[in-house]
């Protein structure tokens, strides 16, 4: 069973997006970093190609949609928009 996170705050201006967990343990990540592991599944083609997916420091979350209850659809402002971060995944983040 997948677990939500209790808040989910973005922070433009700084480019991190904090996810509080019911255990009370928080996760700051970049929006570069989120936008570098994409999961999607081109970024996921392009790394097993051995390509890195570029993500510039200034790369911004330009919108996060909810996927049911186990995901969260991350658009960046360098117009990609196809990543689905499951929960799941996004827990692994310290
Ligand atoms: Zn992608």
Redesign the pocket.
């Known amino acids: 069973m997948t677990t939500l996170p209790a808040t989910i705050e973005n922070h433009a201006a700084q480019g991190v997006l904090a996810l509080r967990w019911p255990d009370g343990s928080e996760a700051r990540i970049t929006h570069a970093r989120l936008r570098a592991l994409?999961?999607?599944s081109?970024?996921?083609a392009q790394r097993r190609a051995g390509i890195e997916?570029e993500a510039d420091n200034a790369v911004r979350l330009a919108a996060i949609e909810p996927v049911g209850a186990y995901a969260l659809n991350l658009a960046f402002s360098d117009g990609?928009r196809?990543?689905i971060y499951p929960y799941e995944m996004l827990a692994t983040f310290a």
């Open positions: 994409c999961p999607c081109a970024c996921r997916v990609h196809r990543g």
